[in-house]
């Protein structure tokens, strides 16, 4: 079995359909999407499904979803993730939930990992928040780096439905093969990191590669396919 993780709360209103197939989940927190019925709801989803609950902050941006670089200062940022991390928490304690990890959202999340001032200012955007948390990072990332140096516990993430660069950073978003939607290309995607340690990039080279969990976007056009397979299929295999 592998573990499965997929972005919600993002308004796709699916979640009640993969949260049976997954073993955490990340709920926008704001930024980019959603609001405390959103969360309320996502949430209680969740803990029905027995579904480890993660915090989904953002850039400050529901007009492009949090998928474009936006210009914001350093106390800007910081302000905005600590205000969305504040509410989730709040959401979180009424229902007597327990937070797992946070991962960040979209652009942001592509641009600490390779912008060392910029995941040092989302680090200690997190820190009061991540006693007994997780953070999920890409592997060979600067946000890794920092993290470990600030004593913050991670998760390897990679992705199931996104084509990777050489860099290990994702096929941006433009290019027409970013995404990976055939349910059986996925599979032999996450096999050949789950068995061989590696990833076979877009130009067609193998990179070594760390992966605790994979996530499957909400919002990718057959997502339930995707996880349901994925979980079929890996829980015939013993890993």
Not at 16 to 41: R, W
Not at 183 to 211: P, R, Y
């Amino acid at each position: 079995m592998i573990v499965i993780n997929c972005d919600v709360g993002e308004g796709i209103a699916n979640e009640h359909l993969l949260m049976p197939y997954i073993t955490s989940c990340n709920i926008a927190c704001g930024g980019h999407f959603g609001d405390k019925n959103s969360m309320d709801t996502t949430i209680l989803l969740a803990l029905k499904n027995n579904v480890l609950i993660g915090a989904h902050p953002s850039f400050p941006d529901t007009e492009n979803f949090g998928r474009k670089w936006i210009t914001i200062s350093d106390e800007e940022l910081q302000k905005s993730i600590e205000i969305q991390l504040d509410i989730f928490q709040e959401r979180m304690k009424i229902h007597k939930a327990k937070l797992h990890h946070i991962k960040p959202h979209g652009a942001l999340y592509n641009a600490i990992a390779v912008d060392e001032h910029l995941a040092t200012v989302f680090v200690n955007s997190i820190k009061k928040y991540t006693e007994n948390v997780y953070l999920f990072v890409p592997y060979k990332s600067e946000i890794e780096k920092v993290a470990l140096n600030n004593n913050i516990k991670i998760i390897y993430e990679a992705f199931a439905d996104r084509n990777y660069n050489d860099d290990l950073t994702l096929v941006n978003r433009n290019h027409k093969n970013a995404l990976i939607t055939d349910k059986e290309h996925v599979f032999q995607h996450v096999s050949k990191m789950v068995f061989d340690g590696k990833v076979k990039t877009l130009l067609g080279f193998e990179k070594s590669i760390k992966a605790d969990t994979f996530c499957v976007h909400s919002d990718t056009e057959n997502a339930l396919e995707i996880v349901q397979y994925l979980s079929n299929r890996f829980n015939k295999i013993t890993i």
